[in-house]
């Protein structure tokens, strides 16, 4: 498992939504500290790629997928850079 | 089209959709759409549905606004696509149809001056449901926190 700091929780909303949250969480975060997210939408793993890809102060260290109760849950794990 | 094809009509002109499959090409052409604006993200996708959209005979737009930050220059590209005389009968889509329904409602506030109300009312008269409706809430309140009250232009 990836390593954090803070944990934001998404389960249940829709694109956009997870990203508009994450991205107001890590800009309360301090540089360096890693935001993992927990997601119910499939589609989240590669809305947070694609963040990741062109945003300038987040980094994607990781993305697991993990069932909880029958339940798929997608972790997203975003280091902010600056 | 396809069973899992989601799609909401808020005009006759405009189709608020979820990812075509491939299937879906042609049908949307037969239906009398003649562009499709995709603002999904991943390029490589978008190349291989350009490719199949416009063999249907459809003209195909790729613009991947980032779906965490819209910005007013993204909505008034929405605008500038939608009232350009080429486009003509517009099917705009993403993955689920949230977000361009989201856009749709932004659209609708800042560039006819309408109220949130009356956008949603619309959207609501398309099909979306509550959890699209708050998703709408919430990222349209983070919209017009970081860009101001809504003008009509």
């Known amino acids: 498992m990836t390593s954090f700091d803070q944990t934001l929780d998404v389960k249940g909303a829709k694109c956009p939504m997870p990203l508009v949250k994450s991205r107001k969480a890590i800009g309360d975060l301090p540089v360096g500290q890693v935001l993992k997210v927990v997601a119910t939408d499939r589609g989240s793993v590669a809305d947070f790629q694609g963040w990741a890809k062109t945003a300038k102060n987040v980094e994607l260290v990781g993305q697991e997928t993990v069932n909880e109760g029958g339940q798929d849950l997608y972790l997203h794990f975003i280091k902010r850079t600056a | ?153």
């Not at chain 2, 696509?81 to 009968?89: D, F, L, W």
């Open chain 2, 1 to 153: 089209m396809s069973n899992d094809f989601i799609t909401y009509k808020p005009t006759p002109d405009v189709l608020l959709a979820g990812q075509p499959q491939v299937e879906d090409w042609a049908a949307l052409a037969q239906a009398g759409y003649t562009t499709v604006l995709n603002v999904r993200g991943d390029a490589e996708r978008a190349t291989v549905q350009a490719h199949n959209a416009e063999a249907a005979g459809l003209r195909y737009l790729h613009r991947p606004w980032p779906a965490n930050e819209l910005e007013p220059e993204h909505v008034a590209e929405l605008a500038a696509i939608i009232n350009a005389p080429e486009t003509g009968r517009l099917v705009f889509h993403c993955r689920s149809a949230t977000r361009v329904g989201l856009m749709w409602m932004l659209y609708r506030q800042l560039h006819h001056g309408w109220t949130r109300a009356q956008a949603v009312a619309e959207l609501v008269a398309a099909g979306y449901d509550s959890d699209s409706l708050e998703t709408f809430d919430y990222c349209a309140d983070d919209y017009f926190e970081r860009n101001g009250a809504p003008v009509a232009s």
